[in-house]
């Protein structure tokens, strides 16, 4: 029997459970999983109604076959009297932002609906709640250490270990940051800080946003200085009409820069018709992989460097309840934002937290002040600097090495893993967020769908 061990059962582990269940065969998954929860990790484990999809339901289908399978879900969902509140937007079911924690249902019915399909041909899933902490490869299989000392073996594993979350300062003081920090989704911790207190975040993308969304939640009503490097906000999604698909109609346009002048050139074109420049933008996704793995490490590195602020705040854009938050509290001065640098902790009396920071621009740093620190500075993408026993084993033991620019590790576009001398592994796997140094965007809802559906015919396809 083919035994398959996933480590991770966020998202990206429970689609591949569910794909592989689906797949004809005998064969038997585990998902180690240290939340009580499979289908929900960081991003789907969110309980507040604010914390929404940043896209709607039309966009967010876990199905690569049917676009309209979170469309579909939803209506049946209301119309059984679920999420009541979604009378609130007043659009039809395609156009609305669920919360992510109805998300997180829908991800587990479909698991769920995957056990049964799977029952009839011995195909099983199990959730282990355990951490795995340690793995080894040999000629015949894998072999997982677990937290609890235990061993398990398998014919395959796949790392869908998710996000680490990033804490970085100038003096990489991630330690002194993070124990000050409030997390950005606990609502009932903010419940705690003093209402007209002023708190301080450091970021000013997505997570910034639903730290907002919380802290309003929590009835927290003082400022907010909000601090990033760049000072530049998440755009709002709006429903732009169709574009045509010029990357497809050009295969010329390969290297970042070409890309990026023929983009704008569009977004011109299309604000002088009177159309949302999001509809030439959007067009755009579906290109990237390609245009990411084609680009010399050169490009790479110049992207990341000079048009990754822009790509994040263009095109991770903010769901349109959270915005209008956001942009009230702009209006009403309690959020301001500054371009800055952190540059780590300072001390600070009365039980507040103090940060040290240089304004752009500015040569001198200066010390600010609050009754909480919001970190919401994103991802720690370099699995050199995560603090984690597995990521820490297995480089030690030399079976990944970092992806491009360090972002994730290194894998074949089938997602099997490469060891320390670059070669592809015929039992170890990845996918999701630690691609991101294959794909560049190997996190949002799509993304991991399809990466699941490939990687299950990847894996059911090889010998046990
Ligand atoms: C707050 C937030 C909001 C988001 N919103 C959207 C959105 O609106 N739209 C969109 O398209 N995308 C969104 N994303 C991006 C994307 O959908 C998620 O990142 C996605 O959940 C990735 O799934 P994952 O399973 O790979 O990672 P994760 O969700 O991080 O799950 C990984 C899981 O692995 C477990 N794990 C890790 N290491 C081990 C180990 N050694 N042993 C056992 N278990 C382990 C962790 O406990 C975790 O639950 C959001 C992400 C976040 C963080």
Known sequence: MNDILIIGGGLSGTLLAAQLLRLPGQRRVRVFETRAELGRGEAYSATELG????????????????????TQWLTAHIAAGGWPESDAQPVPVAELFPPRGLFGVYVQQRLAEARQVGQ?????????????????????????????????????????????PAARTRQRQS??????????????AMRGLDPQGRVLIIGSGLTMVDAVVSLDQAGHRGPIQVYSRHGLLPHVRRQPPTWPDFLAADLSLRSPLQVWRALRGQCRQAMAAGID???????????????????SEREKRQFVRHARPWWESHHHRSPPPSDALLQRLLAEGRVTI????????????????????????????????????????????DWRRVDRPLP???????????GPLALGIAAAANGAVENREGRASPRLFAMGPPLRG???????????????????LTLAGARG
Do not use: C
């Not at 282990?128 to 395959?156: C, H, I, K, M, Y």
């Open 438 to 456: 294959l794909w560049w965007e190997s996190t949002a809802v799509t993304d991991v769908a399809a990466q699941a559906k490939a990687l299950a």
């Open 120 to 164: 009839a041909h011995g195909a099983t899933v199990e959730h282990v709640r355990v951490e795995v902490v340690d793995l080894q490869v040999d000629a015949t299989g894998v072999r997982l250490s677990l937290a609890d000392g235990s061993q398990v073996r398998g014919s395959q594993a796949v790392l869908a270990t998710g996000m680490f």
């Open 175 to 188: 330690s002194g940051l993070n124990a000050a920090a409030v997390d950005p989704w606990d609502v009932q």
């Open 392 to 402: 820490r084993q297995l480089l030690a033991r030399g079976l990944i090495r970092p």
């Open 277 to 295: 420049w999001q509809a030439p933008l959007d067009t755009v996704r579906a290109h990237i992989g390609r245009l990411w793995s084609q680009a």
């Open 51 to 70: 914390h929404t999809l940043n896209g709607n339901a039309a966009r967010m289908s876990v199905d690569p076959d049917n676009p309209d399978d979170l």
């Open 338 to 381: 500054a371009a800055a640098s952190l540059l780590g902790m300072a001390p600070a009396e009365n039980g507040q937290v103090g940060i040290r920071v240089r304004d752009r621009g500015q040569a001198r740093e200066r010390v600010d002040t609050g009754v909480a620190l919001i970190n919401s500075t994103g991802i720690e993408y």
